[in-house]
């Protein structure tokens, strides 16, 4: 599998040792540094165990909302459970291990717990969570940066030149 490293999109296959746990929260700091000088919606980072599940789409709806769509078919509405701290929108997933005395010729059907985290920086907040034939739609508000961009006079040393 290839490992993409970007500076506004970071994926992350394992965050198992506590080396890349310290180093993820140091490039948290580091984003939010950068966070005037991109568009807040390029810089939407996923944080997870396994980049690839569940399936995910995030769908720009406007300058301001996003949608998140998680496909998580043959999971209850129960086995679902989604926090947000200000900053980071958390979904864990715990799916019961009823299967030990069920013999497969053939699994390829993944239903496994997991955790997702998306940190959406400042200002964001959640509209909406809806779970409907096996899709998770979290509607997520983020402030558009471009309102605060203050444009910036350069004057050429000419003492004679005003503002």
Do not use: C
Not at 63 to 88: N, S, Y
Not at 89 to 97: E, P, R
Not at 112 to 127: D, T, Y
């Amino acid at each position: 599998m290839e490992k993409i490293y970007h500076l506004y999109d970071i994926n992350i296959i394992n965050m198992s040792s506590n080396y890349l746990n310290e180093w993820l929260q140091e490039m948290k700091k580091r984003m939010d540094i950068l966070e005037g000088f991109h568009n807040i919606l390029e810089k939407l980072v996923y944080i997870g165990d396994e980049i690839n599940y569940p399936p995910t789409n995030i769908e720009k709806i406007n300058d301001e909302q996003v949608e998140i769509q998680m496909a998580l078919a043959g999971f209850e509405k129960q086995q679902i459970d989604i926090e947000f701290t200000g900053l980071e929108l958390i979904i864990n997933i715990n799916k019961k291990n009823d299967e030990s005395n069920k013999i497969y010729l053939k699994k390829g059907i993944a239903f496994r717990s997991a955790k997702r985290n998306f940190f959406l920086g400042e200002g964001a907040k959640i509209l909406d969570a809806v779970y409907t034939n096996g899709l998770l739609k979290i509607s997520v508000y983020i402030p558009s940066i471009n309102k605060n961009i203050q444009k910036i006079f350069i004057r050429s040393g000419d003492e004679n030149e005003r503002f």
